[in-house]
């Protein structure tokens, strides 16, 4: 028998320390790396084209806030996960791939589906639960899906999507239809063990697919640290997995990496796992009190609104003027309140529809 | 009697239980910095500190895990799971092992764990979000199942529970936190595990409902009550094992039998008492016993879908209506 020493140490388990708790002290969720300093066309984006993915940015940070409205005003009901703050990763990506690769993501899914073929008017309407919604009022807020344009959808069970990403994945590698998957995932499904089973057999059948963790700081209120050891991306390290951590609160940045990484897909086959750093503006869902983390924190973060940064990033270089900006931010303005006016007076579904979707058959004998 | 809350009464269980005990420990996720995803857990963490209210991971598997083997090792966790619609994932270590472990081993090992979390529905939250588990857990050997109504019953059953030697599942619900009700402020009130309760006196007819759907048949019983028709309700309290006695004498009394379920149909709790009791009443019945449950289909999200599948009172008044030939 080996000697033991005696314990006079406090026992503990999970690290403390979101700021808040910590003394006051403020510990960021996540360290930033730098964007890219390549130029738009240097990237091979045209002048329409980053005025598009900036109306496309702003559509997504405005039907957000205008659904938040909604939501208080109690229009709807259920969870509402926000993106804002997330935008330049749902737009660089959908940018820097084809638009037959496939994209899945959890439930902080507003942003994924409109840059992905949800039209303003069916995600308001699903928000409202009507039969006009992108998935005819059955999922709501946390199941937008526009399959037709290769978004798979948004999943409520943390991690639960994982293997999905990576099965829709194999499907086009045993089609071999050159089709690249993204899979995203926040920071929070991370230490879920199917992710970890998932990329096991990823890298060991090459699956062309990218593991994206969104790290936005926190899974509900638990800080990255405290949920989660070491750094995220290291992950792919016991898998020989190739990785990347980068800036997500950049959309250049986001559109070059996830260029190079599905070109290298498209030619080897093989899977990445990568950390996009970006952060996370409000509230869990519509009823977090946020005393997890420092308003300093927030505001900190707020300084790189990834919208913003694309705006301004297209008076410096001249591409358009305030007034051009005007114009279109009003123009979204009107399509996100069409959509409200739209979704609104959308009927709600039959009461058959409650069975509509259980079956491929119509004729299904439901149990009494 | 004090008036407490639901999540006061569940968290003054724990509380009281853990003061005597130094081997009680809860996790789950944001049970201890965020004080509970639900509140039922606030201030525990600066009472007990962090080496006994652990925050983890989302890792249901993992700390369902961690918690049976703590157990089997001495300590008596309490697992929280933000709700047991994420218990799903947890489901190996509560199935293969918790409720296997003592036998697999010829009694060498105990498992004294409590899982506890809201059960069932809470609203337009979609189809991963709203099933009733407690049927589906009953089903295997090895494992004790609560389901409470009430206040009173969730802090008396869940103090058992965490005494108990036993993997125990202790449900609640999200859209009953805030509910109040009249608890014992005794010294150490406890309610045994697996006594019913009648909790309205009734002639006429019996209504089986426990959990969430207590509250349903309560607001059927008193509509009823205008038209002249007494419903008995009894609460099962306990799922497993359950105490189809009370049930049993109720309808030798009413000779009729309503179950209330916030589950599926298939092979749920109305479907076992229904067959406990025809096997053990069937000469006592005027009716065929009558079931008032979710249909056979997911939860959809749409506000007037989601009304359509949730049991009502309506539903309720219907089958009453049934099982006493009033309609
Ligand atoms: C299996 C499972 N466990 C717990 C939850 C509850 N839950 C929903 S979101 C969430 C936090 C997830 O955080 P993260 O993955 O970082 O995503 P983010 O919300 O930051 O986008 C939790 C705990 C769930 N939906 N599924
Ligand atoms: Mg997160």
């Known amino acids: 028998m080996a000697d033991k020493k005696e314990k006079t140490e406090e026992v503990t388990f999970t690290p403390t320390g979101t700021g808040i708790r910590t003394n006051g002290e403020i510990i960021r969720s996540t360290e930033l790396p730098d964007p890219t300093d390549k130029k738009h066309d240097e990237l091979g984006l045209s002048d329409d084209d980053v005025i598009d993915m900036f109306e496309q940015m702003y559509l997504q940070r405005r039907f957000e806030e205008r659904a938040m409205q909604m939501y208080q005003k109690g229009k709807f009901g259920g969870f509402l996960h926000l993106y804002m703050g997330q935008e330049a990763i749902s737009t660089g990506t959908a940018y820097a791939l084809n638009d037959d690769d496939d994209i899945i993501t959890a439930y902080r899914d507003h942003g994924w589906g409109l840059v992905r073929g949800v039209s303003p008017k069916e995600g308001m309407a699903e928000l409202y639960g009507k039969e006009t919604g992108c998935s005819n009022g059955k999922g709501g807020s946390m199941h937008f899906a526009n399959v037709e344009e290769h978004f798979w959808g948004g999943y409520g069970i943390v991690g639960g999507h994982i293997p999905l990403g990576g099965g829709i994945a194999f499907a086009n590698k045993y089609k071999q239809n050159g089709r690249v998957t993204a899979c995203f995932l926040g920071d929070g499904a991370v230490p879920q063990g ?8 990823s890298q060991n059948w090459k699956l062309p697919c990218i593991y994206a963790v969104e790290n936005n700081g926190y899974a509900m209120g638990t800080a990255v640290h405290r949920h989660s050891t070491g750094e995220i991306v290291d992950r792919a390290d016991g898998f020989d997995m190739k990785k990347m951590v980068l800036n997500g609160m950049d959309v250049f ?3 070059e990496k996830m260029k190079e990484i599905a070109a290298d897909i498209r030619e080897n086959s093989e899977p990445w796992f990568i950390e996009i750093r970006t952060y996370r503006y409000r509230g869990h869902s519509m009823s977090d009190p946020m005393k997890y983390r420092s308003k300093e924190e927030l505001e900190e973060y ?14 410096d270089e001249d591409i358009i003027d305030e007034d051009k900006v005007e114009e279109i931010k009003n123009g979204v303005e009107d399509k996100v309140m069409d959509a409200i006016e739209f979704a609104e007076e959308s009927d709600y579904p039959e009461k058959e529809a409650l069975y ?3 079956f491929v058959e119509d004729d299904y004998p439901f149990h009494t | 009697m004090a008036e407490l809350q639901f999540r006061e009464a569940i968290r003054a269980a724990i509380d009281e239980e853990m003061a005597q005990d130094e081997d009680i420990f809860v996790m789950g996720e944001e049970v201890a910095e965020y004080d509970g995803a639900y509140k039922v857990t606030e201030g525990l963490l600066d009472k007990y500190g962090s080496k006994r209210m652990i925050d983890t991971p989302i890792s249901e598997l993992g700390f369902a895990g961690i918690g049976v083997g703590a157990a089997m090792n001495g300590l008596r966790p309490i697992v929280e799971f933000m ?5 799903v994932l947890a489901a190996d270590q509560i199935i293969n092992h918790a409720s296997k472990a003592k036998y697999m081993t010829g009694g060498q090992v105990n498992v004294p764990i409590v899982f506890r979390g809201p059960n069932a529905s809470a609203g337009q939250l979609s189809a991963t979000h709203s099933v009733s588990y407690d049927a589906m857990y009953a089903h295997f050997p090895g494992l004790k199942v609560i389901y409470t109504s009430e206040p009173a019953d969730a802090k008396g059953l869940l103090k058992s529970a965490i005494r108990d030697d036993n993997p125990v599942l202790f449900m609640e619900s999200e859209q009953m936190y805030g509910l109040k009700g009249e608890v014992p402020e005794e010294d150490d009130f406890t309610i045994p595990i697996g006594k019913a309760k009648v909790k309205r006196e009734g002639s006429d007819v019996t209504v ?3 959990g969430k759907m207590y509250h349903v048949a309560k607001q059927a019983a008193q509509q009823l009550d205008k038209e002249g028709v007494d419903v008995e309700i009894i609460d099962p309290r306990t799922v497993k094992p359950l105490d189809i006695e009370t049930i049993v004498k109720s309808i030798q009394k009413t000779n009729r039998c309503v179950i209330v379920d916030e589950a599926h149909p298939f092979g749920g709790l109305a479907a076992e008492v229904g067959y406990l009791i ?8 005027d009716a065929p016993v009558q079931r008032v449950t979710l249909p056979d289909t997911n939860a959809p999200f749409a506000k007037n879908l989601f009304d359509e599948w949730l049991p009502s ?10 099982v006493t030939y009033r309609k």
């Not at chain 1, 199917?194 to 057999?201: A, Q």
């Not at chain 1, 707020?302 to 008076?315: A, H, S, T």
């Not at chain 2, 709700?83 to 218990?87: H, V």
């Not at chain 2, 053990?280 to 019945?285: I, N, P």
């Open chain 2, 278 to 285: 025809q096997r053990e009443a069937f000469d006592y019945l």
């Open chain 2, 83 to 87: 709700t047991f619609n994420f218990a």
């Open chain 1, 302 to 315: 707020e300084k790189l609104d990834p919208v913003e940064r694309i705006k301004n990033y297209l008076l």
């Open chain 1, 194 to 201: 199917v992710l970890h089973e998932t990329m096991n057999m």
């Open chain 2, 313 to 322: 009172p309506d539903q309720v008044i219907d089958a009453i209506n049934t």
């Open chain 1, 253 to 255: 940045t986001v559109y």
């Open chain 2, 208 to 210: 089986v409902a426990h």
């Open chain 1, 356 to 358: 509509d979707h259980m």
